[in-house]
């Protein structure tokens, strides 16, 4: 017999082992608008804001996806509660979430996505849409002038699909009918991603009229902000796996790592939950804990995905488990970290031996291929900005041309064994077609490294970068992943280099302040 669906109506049965909400759901007004209903935004939006509600109610989340009903569509016959699974080795708790008051989708009706975001009750419009969702030329942040979307929605400034668009089109009708604007709190993987997120949407509104950009310019907030916590896609053994426990079906669950971590620039000029009291850190400058982030977490993830998919090891914890592999972690993250300048307090060294503990997770399956999806947009600000300090510096950047190498072959579409990879990727037809038009390593890298879209020009025109590429490169083609780690590893550089971690410890002795294992939403 096939279990009851999950709703306000089958709450009661749930075992009292799982946690709900202990809120009145019927007093919830939505203060926030949410662009982008994905898994990570109902892992740690969600999980920061819930245990907040009781005492105000006024902060529930109204969804919006952009793309596809199917959320809206799993989460509307379940009055929009879903269920968290935070896994490690150690087991899974699960809780019920009730922050979400409603979703929409855009593509069905723009239209009502406006009216609802220029309702005076959403006084924050937050967006985790992943890095292509802002349609910026990655290289430099810039909005994508050309971009099919973006051009449609030029044409179209009421029936908005984009992320600039719908912003756009919400805060002129609050300008409109008097309506102080909201602010704009950016939840994604772009360094100064409220800035960024600014600058995209100034851009934008400057081609309908620059006149609501100078509104906008001096009205709206853009705090930047870090967010952090590894939510791989939910998969049907999950959604089993919950409904066995739970005894209901579920078709919304979230899966991800008890850690997570927040920190918020203090910039909300219409106010906001007090995420403070849920484990986020309010600062004044986000940038270093994003650099941070960017360059040590998602640059390693990025390194462990094309390694990965060439070596054939589809998970990141598998990959993690091969010593060469974690072993090149280790160094690249030794790389990256002398690019970081951060505040006094903040312990690199743990944070690290944090990082290779959360890839570890036995109970996650996050794909290396997923993290693979996107490369165009999530190196350059992961791989290439760092490497660019490290050359501009005038030091070499080994590990960071190995992981562009390792890109450029996974682009080649097979691993190590022959075996088919599949690129997902919005820049794929023109880099797969450069792909198969190259006919040596040097020409794929001379290729791809002249979409300057894409490789920073100053990086593309490096030569010690270029050499360093072009020799990981041939290494990956004819020896593959497994024995060039080996023999990048074994370099005399690294032998010397083992005993020096401590090097790297700044002044203090914690993670910072406000990152935590477990805590957030789980009481
Ligand atoms: C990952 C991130 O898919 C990816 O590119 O690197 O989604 C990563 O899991 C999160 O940023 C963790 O906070």
């Not at 426990?245 to 203090?266: L, R, Y």
């Not at 399956?365 to 290439?384: E, N, V, W």
Request: charge should be neutral; hydrophobic fraction near 45%.
């Amino acid at each position: 017999m096939s279990a009851p669906r999950l709703s306000s109506h089958t709450l009661a049965s749930l075992p009292h082992t799982i946690a709900q909400p202990d809120f009145d759901r019927d007093r919830l007004t939505a203060g926030i608008g949410h662009l982008g209903l994905g898994a990570f935004a109902r892992a740690h939006l969600a999980a920061y804001t819930e245990p907040l509600l009781g005492d105000d109610p006024d902060w529930g989340i109204c969804g919006v996806s952009l793309r596809s009903p199917a959320v809206r569509d799993a989460l509307a016959p379940q009055d929009y509660l879903y269920i968290k699974a935070e896994r490690d080795g150690a087991g899974e708790k699960l809780r019920v979430m009730g922050a979400l008051t409603d979703a929409l989708v855009a593509p069905g009706d723009p239209a009502a996505v406006i009216a609802r975001f220029a309702q005076p009750s959403i006084r924050i419009a937050t967006i985790s849409v992943s890095e292509k969702g802002y349609h910026r030329r990655a290289a430099d942040g810039a909005l994508d002038e050309d971009d099919a979307a973006i051009r449609a929605d030029l044409a179209q400034p009421e029936r908005p699909l984009t992320v600039p668009g719908i912003i756009v089109a919400a805060l002129r009708a609050r300008r409109t009918a008097g309506i102080p604007p909201f602010t704009v709190l950016c939840c994604d993987n772009l360094p100064d991603n409220g800035a960024s997120t600014r600058g995209i949407v100034l851009r934008f509104a400057e081609m309908l009229s620059p006149e609501l950009a100078r509104f906008i310019a001096d009205n709206v907030a853009f705090p930047n902000s870090m967010v952090d916590r590894i939510v791989p896609a939910t998969t049907d053994d999950d959604r089993q796996r919950i409904t066995a426990a739970a005894g209901v079906s579920d078709a919304a669950s979230v899966v991800c790592e008890p850690f997570s971590q927040w920190v918020i620039e203090d910039h909300f000029p219409l106010g906001r939950p007090t995420w403070e009291s849920t484990g986020a850190t309010m600062v004044a400058d986000v940038k270093p804990y994003e650099i941070m982030k960017l360059r040590l977490l998602n640059g390693s993830h990025s390194a462990i995905a094309y390694l990965g998919q060439l070596a054939g090891l589809p998970t990141v914890a598998d990959a993690i488990a091969e010593p060469e592999l974690a072993l090149f972690v280790s160094h690249l993250m030794t790389e990256a970290a002398a690019t970081l300048r951060m505040p006094a307090g903040v312990d690199l060294a743990g944070y690290r031996a944090a990082l290779i503990e959360r890839f570890r997770n036995p109970a996650l399956r996050h794909r290396t291929a997923q993290i693979a999806m996107d490369g165009s947009q999530k190196l350059p600000m992961r791989i290439f900005a760092p490497a660019l300090d490290l050359i501009a510096g005038g030091r070499p950047a080994p590990c960071m041309a190995l992981v562009t190498a390792a890109w450029l072959r996974f682009l080649q579409q097979r691993d190590d064994n022959g075996s088919p990879l599949t690129v997902d990727d919005p820049n794929k037809d023109k880099l797969l077609q450069a792909a198969r038009n190259a006919d040596t390593p040097r020409s794929l890298i001379r290729q791809i490294f002249a979409f300057s879209d894409v490789v920073p020009t100053a990086l593309a025109a490096s030569e010690v970068f270029e050499s360093q590429v072009l020799g990981a490169l041939t290494s990956l083609s004819t020896s593959g992943a497994r024995a060039t780690l080996q023999k990048f590893n074994h370099r005399e550089e690294y032998r010397e280099k083992h005993n020096e971690t401590a090097a790297h410890r700044l002044p203090a002795d914690r993670i910072p302040a406000g990152s935590r294992a477990g805590s957030a939403g789980a009481r």
